[in-house]
């Protein structure tokens, strides 16, 4: 069952990617590179990775989200969704991609892939933390809370009526 739902998600997945192409509107496409990022999300969550699966869609959804809001405010479209062109220079852009294409495939099949050396991580989350941070990942999860602190305090601490001013007024209630 866990095989299925792979597979469907990875053609899931490569149809929406397609579609963000072919669409004819900057929302449709909005939408359909989400839904390609949700299906290669759970598929992470399927392979066990989890911390890598959630990550990615919980960035993929605020991104997206946060791109459709302004593609609402500042399109002169409403909301992207009238029709419009989504590629420039087509046949440039044809011939670019299927020639990546090829060489991709080629690398595929010609490269020759070394054999797996020991056995996979018990834990592959810790261990792609600990390659890419080292030692300094504490201190790094630390940074990191610290960082979102700032961002939070920095945006209520600048707005125009302040932290207590709910009423415009200058006085608490």
């Known amino acids: 069952m866990q095989a299925v739902a792979f597979w469907v998600l990875a053609v899931a997945a490569v149809a929406s990617g397609i579609a963000v192409f072919v ?8 939408f359909a590179l989400l839904a390609s990022f949700l299906c290669v999300g759970l598929e992470l969550l399927l392979i066990d990775l989890h ?10 959804i605020m991104e997206m989200l946060v791109m459709a809001v302004f593609m609402i405010m500042y399109m002169m479209n409403p909301a992207g969704l009238m029709p419009m ?3 420039h220079n087509h046949r440039g852009a044809v011939a670019i991609a299927g020639g990546a294409f090829a060489a991709l495939a080629a690398g595929i099949w010609l490269v020759d892939w ?3 050396a020991g056995a996979p991580p018990r834990d592959p989350t810790f261990a ?4 890419i941070m080292g030692p300094k990942m504490l201190v790094m999860i630390v940074i990191g809370v610290a960082i979102l602190a700032t961002m939070i305090a920095s945006v209520v601490l600048a ?10 007024d200058g006085a608490r209630r």
Do not use: I, K, Q
Not at 128 to 131: D, I, S
């Open 23 to 30: 669409v004819d509107s900057m929302a449709r496409a909005t």
């Open 159 to 168: 707005t125009h009526r302040g932290r207590y001013d709910r009423y415009g």
């Open 51 to 60: 911390y890598l699966g959630v990550l990615v869609v919980l960035m993929m």
């Open 85 to 87: 062109t989504m590629v």
């Open 128 to 131: 792609l933390g600990e390659a």
């Open 114 to 116: 070394p054999e797996r």
